[in-house]
């Protein structure tokens, strides 16, 4: 089966910014995984966080949104700790929230445009590291 779903990723700092577009199968979700992985590398230990635009992201069936789902579990186990997503509609927000609930960032924040959820996330990043045992 051919890859479906259309992915961008780029680092400003220890900022990701990722765009998937478009509907995703579960070829489409694993395609980008090694770009991804090369964007990140440099922040895996420390603390960063994403900005997710899903703005132009379609659709996914249950194997892919689970898929998505690791994905980011996985990126928080490595040091991310914040994550700002934009998207509309109250269907892409249930579907988000599904995506990340149970997941541990230090916070999570749903926004209507890209430019206040990188401001959002910049002054996260900008702030101090918890105390041990927090």
């Known amino acids: 089966m051919q890859p479906h779903g259309d992915f961008q990723v780029q680092r400003q700092g220890a900022m990701v910014i990722c765009r998937p577009s478009g509907p995703f199968n579960l070829d489409g979700a694993r395609a980008y995984e090694a770009q991804f992985l090369d964007v990140v590398a440099p922040l895996l230990g420390q603390r960063w966080g994403i900005v997710e635009i899903a703005s132009q992201f379609e659709a996914a069936g249950p194997e892919v949104m689970a898929h998505f789902r690791s994905q980011f579990d996985w990126c928080q186990r490595h040091g991310c700790r914040f ?49 041990a045992g927090e």
């Open 83 to 131: 994550l700002a997503l934009v998207c509309e509609g109250a269907f892409k927000r249930y579907m988000a929230e599904r995506i990340f609930a149970d997941i541990p960032f230090e916070a999570m924040a749903h926004f209507g445009d890209e430019g206040t959820a990188r401001q959002w996330l910049a002054h996260r990043l900008s702030g101090p590291w918890p105390a």
